[in-house]
């Protein structure tokens, strides 16, 4: 059974910092690309942050400079940091595996950023 469970969510002010997590288990997880997703309330999920099997990254034009997306796959685990926080990084974060054909989302974790 493959479970995705991110943690490190939070309430800070703006330019602030966070740190996301998601451990993975019961998949091999480091044939899988991992990736950042954010909904925010009302809008559509959309891409923060991926990072391939091979190490290679892409990062979504609002987030570039601020957010780093690293992962271990000893630790079967994908990060994201979020420095300078802005009130419009307000949303719930997901975590992707994919491996073609399939996914899986962890639950989600909430960011909120106060002005």
Not at 24 to 50: C, D, N
Not at 77 to 84: D, E, F, K, P, W
Request: with cysteine.
């Amino acid at each position: 059974q493959v479970q995705l469970v991110e943690s490190g969510g939070g309430s800070v002010q703006a330019g602030g910092s966070l740190r996301l997590s998601c451990a993975a288990s019961g998949l091999t997880f480091s044939i899988y690309h991992m990736a950042w997703f954010r909904q925010a309330p009302g809008k559509e999920r959309e891409l923060v942050a991926k990072i391939t099997r091979n190490g290679n990254i892409v990062y979504s034009d609002s987030v570039k400079g601020r957010f780093t997306i690293s992962r271990d796959n000893a630790k079967s685990t994908v990060y994201l940091q979020m420095n300078s926080l802005k009130p419009e990084d307000t949303a719930v974060y997901y975590c992707n595996a994919v491996l073609s054909p399939g996914d899986y989302w962890g639950q989600g974790t909430q960011v909120t950023v106060s002005s």
